[in-house]
């Protein structure tokens, strides 16, 4: 067992957490006041290859392996969680394309993404439930090379900045359930898709919203994988991004806690510093606790992913336990600011709304915890 570095690795999160310091964290309130995420910055994030680390050198990547994706991540949006969002779509369409699509069909948009050029969006949820993704309504029916899309997606982000999405559609019957659904690769500059944006709490630079198709002509080329079998050979990909998002929320707590311990070593009361009141550096001792064991398994999961091992369960635990705990701890140093981090004039209330979004989006805690579960008792779990 080796928590060591090696030189590469460290040269690339060093590159990325001077990045995040001198471009992101600068302007990550400039962006949520635009609604938008920045092109150009995004372009310049692609160039330095910090998108699709993953990924295999002729689309672009850097080829290397799950870990340190995920160490980059963490470097590099700490500052500003949204692009985050970008980074793991990548890192996760990005898999799901090079594995389940035709090689020429799909390399201009995995390499676009890369680059940074292309924003992609992923889109399963549908109005009537986000978590029961077996039971999707949108319909694709095959008419000669193409296929017809018709239907709405909802609480898709990115949804009025992207390029295009993976997108998860009905092609079998409906009582055919999940092995009655296929993904496609769907570019979104097309008249007969309509884009509407929501006005959220939080993460409002990335923006949420619905795609509606109205007879969308997809080719048939852009199916990925076999028809029918979309939920089961896409799905599984989704294991690796819930480890991705779970580092991503502890990062933010990191960044968060680390600027607590500096407001309670320079901040004074009754004549001594914050720091030397228990009641301060306590909970903040709890937090570099829960902090530490949580990053831990994140890591452990992306290591299981290397070693082509299950960790679907691993997973689950990420997604679950990191965006809450984020949560809290940063909640927890907001308090240790006082007034002075209630206000917007720092980053913490931010930091809290845009945290929040991932206790409900890609997967809630209660589907996590039957995934759980399941791993101890099967479908006994319900």
Sequence with gaps: MDFALSEAQQALVDAAKRFSRTELAPFYRRREQDGRLDRDVLQRMGELGFFGVELA????????????????????????????????????????????????????WITGMVSGRLLPAIALTEPRGGSDAAHLTLSARRDGDHYVLNGEKTSISMATQADFCVLFART?????????????????????????????HGTISVGRGSLFFDDVLVPAEYLLGEENKGFVQVMQGFDYSRALLGILC?????????????????????????????????????????????????????????????????????????????????????????????????????????????????????????????????????
Aim: proline share 4%.
């Design 57 to 108: 050198e002729e689309y672009g990547g850097l080829e290397l392996d799950a870990v340190t994706a995920g160490l980059v991540l963490e470097a590099l949006c700490a500052d500003d969680m949204n692009f985050g969002y970008v980074a793991v779509t990548v890192s996760l369409l990005g898999q799901i394309l090079q594995k389940h699509g035709i090689p020429d069909a799909v390399r201009p």
């Design 172 to 200: 079998g019957t409906k009582e055919a359930a999940a092995k009655g659904i296929s993904a496609f690769l769907v570019p979104l500059d097309n008249s007969n898709i309509k884009k509407t944006g929501f006005d959220d």
């Design 250 to 382: 502890l990062a933010v707590a990191r960044r968060s806690l680390d600027d607590a311990w500096e407001h309670a070593r320079t901040r004074e009361a009754f004549g001594q510093p914050l720091a030397s009141f228990q009641g301060v550096t306590f909970p903040l001792a709890e937090a570099e606790t829960h902090l530490l064991g949580a990053r831990l398994v994140c890591l452990y999961t992306l290591w299981l992913k290397d070693q082509t091992l299950p960790h679907t369960a691993e997973a689950a635990m990420c997604k679950w336990w990191g965006p809450k705990l984020a949560y809290d701890i940063v909640n927890t140093c907001l308090l240790t600011h006082g007034h002075g981090g209630y206000s917007k004039e720092l980053p913490l209330e931010q930091r809290m709304r845009d945290l929040l979004g991932l206790q409900i989006g890609d997967g809630t805690a209660q589907i996590m915890k039957i995934l759980i579960a399941r791993s101890h008792v099967g479908h006994l779990a319900a």
